[in-house]
């Protein structure tokens, strides 16, 4: 079943253009959990060299929202939510880890812990927390 929503998963992401455009990809996609990648370049580094908060923004709110759906069905939307940058992101690699906290019928609330990957570590650089909602109005 894992496998399935992980095929579903990156055939939503590759209907994205700005995903696409980011070469964003789900790595992992299950049950109440979402894991998100993207490779890092000097395209989406701001002045100081660091990842623009924008991308790490992206990251965290698509993962929610792939967590989310998991849960509520796969028309889902980000009513809302919020971003904490921790650390400058600098690497080859973000990952966002996103996972349901709760849910009822028509939403949920979903946290993301975004890192920065190098050759030998793993840095939380952005914490998020948001509420996805389900366009269905069959619930």
């Known amino acids: 079943m894992s ?3 992980t095929a579903i998963g990156q055939q939503i992401l590759a209907s994205q253009p700005f995903s696409q455009l980011l070469k964003a990809q789900i790595s ?7 894991e998100l990648r993207l490779n890092i370049s000097p395209e989406l580094t701001q002045q100081f060299g660091f990842v623009h908060g ?3 923004s992206y990251a965290a709110d698509n993962a929610i929202t792939f967590a989310g759906g998991s ?9 809302e939510y919020k971003i904490n940058y921790v650390k400058p992101a600098q690497g080859q690699e973000l990952i966002a880890r996103a996972s349901v906290l709760s849910s009822g019928s028509r939403q949920a609330v979903c946290q993301c812990l975004v890192y920065c990957r190098d050759e030998q570590n793993e840095t939380l650089v952005a914490v998020a927390q948001g509420t996805i909602m389900t366009l269905s109005s069959k619930r």
């Open 28 to 34: 992992e996609f299950r049950q109440g959990y979402a």
């Open 54 to 56: 924008g991308v790490l």
């Open 3 to 5: 496998d399935d929503l």
């Open 71 to 79: 849960v509520l069905g796969l028309e889902v939307v980000t009513a």
